[in-house]
């Protein structure tokens, strides 16, 4: 099974949310518990349920597996292998899940483990001003400057030559960021989930993914800046 770090960070933390926009009172402590508690454990093939049971007795939390779980992963595959010392919940929790497709999501109050696929598949709408890419700078790149050296046996000093440019700097255009963002994010996120989608229209991106590739889009944004 391929590996994966499965676990959506929001606001610094492994979880994501079911449903943008909730607001649940419970949450600020579970969010809290995540960044600032700290465990130490020792699991050799030991049953995820099993594993649960020592997080949910020593933290206090509610954690519940979600049935679909069961139906894709067999019991063996759910087995956790896992030594950590002083590591902070959050931490734990992604070593945990990382081997497996699995994530974490905040739903009523309780951290439910559910398959990766439940929460790539759930998207929100984000817009992305991309105009400061588009703009067209001009440019005027200074001539090509080659030494000639003097005929041969006529004596004299060498001279130069200015050749004027004839390379033109690439420019960034609408299709080539559409085709740069679906490239390298998302993997098979954009063909595989019905709900994503993304078109460009004077400058602004438009864009409904999961919360994942947001973050990965982002990235490459600041990237395509950096070098433009």
Same mark, same amino acid.
């Given at each position: 099974m391929k590996t994966m770090l499965a676990l959506m960070v929001m606001c610094g933390t492994v979880l994501a949310q079911d449903g943008v926009g909730k607001v649940d009172p419970h949450k600020e402590?579970? %969010?809290? *518990? %995540?960044?600032?508690m700290r465990v130490t454990v020792d699991f050799k093939d030991t049953p995820l349920d099993e594993v649960l049971n020592y997080l949910r007795d020593f933290t206090g939390l509610n954690i519940v597996v979600d049935p679909e779980v069961s139906t894709k992963f067999t019991l063996d595959q759910l087995k956790v292998t896992l030594r950590v010392n002083d590591l902070l919940l959050k931490s734990t929790l992604k070593l945990m899940l990382g081997s497996r497709e699995l994530a974490a999501l905040y739903? =009523?109050? !309780?951290? %439910?483990? !559910?398959? *990766?696929?439940?929460? =790539? *598949?759930?998207v929100s709408l984000q817009l992305y001003n991309v105009q400061d890419l588009l703009a067209k700078i001009q440019d005027f790149p200074g001539p090509r400057v080659e030494l000639v050296s003097p005929q041969a046996g006529g004596g004299g000093l060498a001279g130069a030559i200015f050749v004027p440019p004839d390379d033109t700097p690439p420019k960034i255009t609408e299709e080539f960021i559409l085709e740069t963002v679906k490239r390298h994010t998302g993997e098979k996120n954009w063909d595989e989930n019905p709900n994503a989608s993304i078109t460009l229209t004077n400058g602004m991106l438009v864009v409904s993914q999961s919360r994942r590739v947001h973050e990965e889009i982002r990235k490459l944004l600041h990237l395509l800046r950096q070098f433009k």
């Open positions: 402590g579970i %969010l809290n *518990k %995540l960044n600032t739903k =009523d109050g !309780v951290i %439910l483990i !559910v398959p *990766k696929g439940r929460i =790539d *598949k759930a």
